[in-house]
C-alpha cells in the first residue's frame, strides 16, 4: 500500500502570510497532482508535477515535486481569503492515484 | 469542459438495503473511479473501470460492486449497506489518457447516510 503524508493537517493564518504544505511518502511516483476542494464540492485539479525537481508556479502557488519523486510541496504565497479549502496531494501510479488526508487551510481577513 | 453527474445527491437509507449510486459524464473518456471520502480522510479508492464491462478493486472494495455497461455509466452499488458506509461518494474520470498521468475531473458527490 502507498501511503501519503500530508502535513499539517490544519493551518489557520492570517491574510497576506506565507504558507508551505508538505506532501510526503515512501514510495515513488510517476506523477503527483494536487487538487484544492471547497465544501459540499468535489475536488478540482490544480496541477500535475512529473519530472523530479519540478518547480511549477500558477500565480502565488508554487509547487515541487521531490527530487526523488517521493514528495512534494505547495507553498502559497500572501495567502487570502479565497485560498481557504482542503488540499489535497495525489501520488499516480499505473493508471491510479492515492490520496493524502489533505490539509485545511483557513485564511482569515 | 467534462461534465459530470451524480445521482442521488443525498439519499438516507437503512442498515441491510442495497444502495445504487450513479455516475454519468456526457464525453467518452475512458477510465472512471468510484471514491468514498470520510472525515478526517483523503480519497480512498473503492473500484475503478478502465472501459466497458472492465473493472478492478480498490483499497476499499469490500461490501462494494460495480457495474459499467456503456461508456457513460459507472454504476456503484452497496450489497447490503451497513452504517460504516455512511460516507460522501465521489465519482471521477481521468482526463489524460497517458498511463503515468491521472488527472481527474471529479462529480458533485453523494452523501449517504446508513442508519
Known amino acids: 500500500t502507498q501511503l501519503l503524508e500530508q502535513s499539517p493537517q490544519f493551518l489557520s493564518i492570517q491574510e497576506g502570510e506565507n504558507l508551505t504544505v508538505y506532501c510526503n511518502s515512501s514510495?515513488?511516483?510517476?506523477?503527483l497532482q494536487w487538487y484544492r476542494q471547497e465544501p459540499g464540492e468535489g475536488p478540482v485539479l490544480l496541477v500535475t508535477?512529473?519530472?523530479?525537481?519540478e518547480v511549477k508556479k500558477l500565480k502565488r502557488l508554487t509547487f515541487q515535486f521531490g527530487d526523488a519523486r517521493k514528495d512534494s510541496s505547495l507553498h502559497i504565497t500572501a495567502a487570502q481569503p479565497g485560498d481557504t479549502g482542503l488540499y489535497l496531494c495525489?501520488?499516480?501510479?499505473?493508471?491510479?492515484?492515492?490520496f493524502g488526508d489533505g490539509t485545511t487551510l483557513t485564511v482569515k481577513p | 469542459d467534462a461534465g459530470i453527474t451524480q445521482s442521488p445527491r443525498h439519499k438516507v437509507t437503512e442498515t441491510g438495503t442495497p444502495v445504487t449510486l450513479r455516475c454519468h459524464q456526457t464525453?467518452?473518456?475512458?477510465?472512471m473511479y468510484w471514491y468514498r471520502q470520510d472525515p478526517g480522510h483523503g480519497l480512498r479508492l473503492i473500484h475503478y473501470?478502465?472501459?466497458?464491462?472492465?473493472?478492478d478493486k480498490g483499497e476499499v472494495s469490500d461490501g462494494y460492486s460495480v457495474s459499467r455497461s456503456k461508456t457513460e455509466d459507472f454504476l456503484l452499488t452497496l450489497e447490503s449497506a451497513t452504517s460504516s458506509q455512511t460516507s460522501v461518494y465521489f465519482c471521477?474520470?481521468?482526463?489524460?489518457?497517458?498511463?503515468?498521468?491521472?488527472?481527474?475531473?471529479f462529480g458533485p458527490g453523494t452523501r449517504l447516510t446508513v442508519l
Open positions: 473501470s478502465y472501459g466497458v464491462k472492465d473493472t
Open positions: 464525453e467518452n473518456h475512458r477510465y
Open positions: 508535477v512529473v519530472t523530479g525537481g
Open positions: 471521477a474520470i481521468s482526463l489524460t489518457s497517458g498511463f503515468s498521468y491521472n488527472e481527474q475531473f
Open positions: 514510495s515513488v511516483f510517476s506523477s
Open positions: 495525489a501520488g499516480t501510479n499505473a493508471g491510479k492515484s492515492t
